[in-house]
């Protein structure tokens, strides 16, 4: 029986993209060749990146807005970097919620004047910041949707006059919102759209060639864009996959049917949290996110009991992220309602015998 999947990332998959992900990599479109031996500029692997691109833009309701739809290698950690040097020529504004939004930062330090708008460190990262002001004269905005780590997730984005970025890696593609308020969203694909090996960046391109420094070919998003993100080789198996999940979503009804599905998985672990004397949530409630729930023991000389109850329920990835410890319930798009049912019955057996 496969296990209830709470890892924060590499992501739950769902069940029949494992299984067309298995068959490729044995014998691809009955060519009689595994998928990870074929050439990427073959008209099959082209094919995939196509419709890859495609399904992205219709998702996200992007089409025929001046949008492109890059795979690049490098994770969302290489795009705290490549933003700030395709965009960032004088000064860029940042929200700092958390860790990747502080890398983000760092990078972007090397390349300007970076102003920190607002930052939610002085209590942990368990809130997200509002009322804040966004300088008009900054290059860009950027800001990270969803945080992994700590749990909180954005529920509100500011309208800005500026291009505004957005790290969306731990929640792309699990609500719906208004993207083409977004003129740049890159996102790793391991949270909620393959395996680990690329990230989506969507990039409306009329906001590049502004910078006058020279930027290096791989790091340059134009190039990418030119070049059909085959600059270099892509990452064949991973941009496959990512192309049978969204095809998965769009079959299931797309953005709008899997929000509504995460919201029951969100109150469904949330309201427990709140009910169950045995355990605390973490962040503020109104920031509270819908795909990393995080929460703790009150009383600590408990773990070991939880710890054991959780493992024999046939539940993985549960642990909070080293760097703060408790718990962590990351319920990404392909997690079932059921897996969180079975995550809230452990915690009631917890109490029934604490």
Known sequence: MKKHNFSAGPCILPEEVLQKAAD????????????????????????????????????????????????????????????????????AAYLNTGTWSTKAIKEAKLFG???????????????????????????????????????????????????????????????????????????????????????????????????????????????????????????????????????WLEDMGGISFIETVNQQKATLLYEEIDRNPLFKGVVAKEDRSYMNATFTLINTKLTDKFDTLWQKANINGLHGHRSVGGYRASMYNALPLYSVQALVDVMKELERNA
């Open 113 to 247: 004047e970076l102003i920190e708008v607002a930052s939610s460190e002085d209590k942990s990262f368990n809130y997200i910041p509002k009322g804040y002001d966004i300088p008009t004269d900054a290059d860009y905005f950027h800001c990270t949707s969803n945080n992994t780590i700590y749990g909180t997730q954005m529920k509100d984005f500011p309208e800005v006059s500026i291009p505004l970025v957005c790290d969306m890696s731990s929640d792309i593609f699990s609500r719906q919102l208004d993207f083409s308020k977004f003129d740049l969203i890159y996102a790793g694909a391991q949270k909620n759209m393959g395996p680990a090996g690329t990230t989506l960046v969507v990039i409306k391109e009329a906001i590049l060639g502004k910078v006058n420094r020279a930027i290096p070919s791989m790091l340059n998003y134009q190039i990418h864009i030119d070049k059909e993100s085959m600059f270099n080789t892509p990452a064949v198996f991973s941009i496959y996959v990512s192309m049978l999940t969204l095809e």
């Open 24 to 91: 490729a990599v044995i014998n691809f479109n009955n060519d009689n060749l595994s998928l990870i031996e074929i050439s990427h500029r073959s008209q099959p692997f082209v094919d995939v990146i196509e419709k890859a691109r495609s399904l992205v833009l219709k998702l996200l309701k992007l089409e025929n807005k001046g949008y492109k739809v890059l795979f690049l290698h490098g994770g969302a950690s290489t795009q705290f970097l490549m933003t700030a040097y395709n965009l960032l020529q004088n000064k």
